[in-house]
């Protein structure tokens, strides 16, 4: 990444997109989780700190896109299986 990205980035100008979180986490030295972040913001910070797409993600959750997409959004929760198989899921990808 460059010093010019870094610069839109803190002017809010644009976000950082997937790739750069891992990153970004390692150079800040802590994990900007918030406690108080909906279930869905919670699973798209997961999905952005480990580098994957939606589409990575739902290969990896073995559902279709889609679902992850309404998961994240807000519009449903990830129960039963599904929430097993979030939480069980390694997730490093180094």
Known sequence: MTECCVAIWEGE????????????VEFLGYCPFDPDWTPGERLTWIRRYFGLSQEAMARRLAVDPGTLARWEQGEREPKGEHL???????????
């Open 13 to 24: 100008k644009a976000t950082p997109t997937f790739p750069y979180w891992p990153k970004i």
């Open 84 to 94: 097993r198989r979030i939480r069980s899921v390694h997730w490093d990808t180094r």
